[in-house]
């Protein structure tokens, strides 16, 4: 499949790259060389090959969720610098009073 220039050019605007006289010939042949590999795999038949997520197996790694009853806000307030009755309390971020 060959690329054409513009297509080329529409291509490095959508990766917002500039590139050079030098730069678009070379990536005209290259891509088209790389998109003739790919057609070429269109003609294998894989009519019998199972569709896969994973080309090996994938267990997951995360516990299981489980509930805890929370911690006293007495012993959590306990650490704070500064509190308001049963909140922490925080410089302003925005400028806000």
Same mark, same amino acid.
């Given at each position: ?7 080329? +050019?529409?291509? *490095? #605007?959508?990766?917002? =790259?500039?590139? %050079? ?26 009519? +019998?090959?199972? *569709? #896969?997520?994973?080309? =090996?197996?994938? %267990? ?38």
């Amino acid at each position: 499949m060959e690329l054409s220039r513009e297509e080329i +050019e529409h291509i *490095a #605007t959508l990766c917002r =790259i500039g590139l %050079t006289e030098e730069d678009t010939e070379r990536l005209q042949g290259q891509l088209s060389q790389i998109l003739e590999q790919f057609s070429i795999l269109n003609g294998l038949d894989t009519s +019998e090959v199972s *569709a #896969t997520g994973h080309w =090996i197996n994938v %267990t997951s790694v995360m516990r299981s969720d489980s509930t805890e009853p929370p911690f006293p806000t007495e012993e959590i307030l306990s650490n704070a610098p500064q509190r308001t009755d049963n909140f922490f309390r925080v410089f302003n971020v925005l400028g806000e009073p």
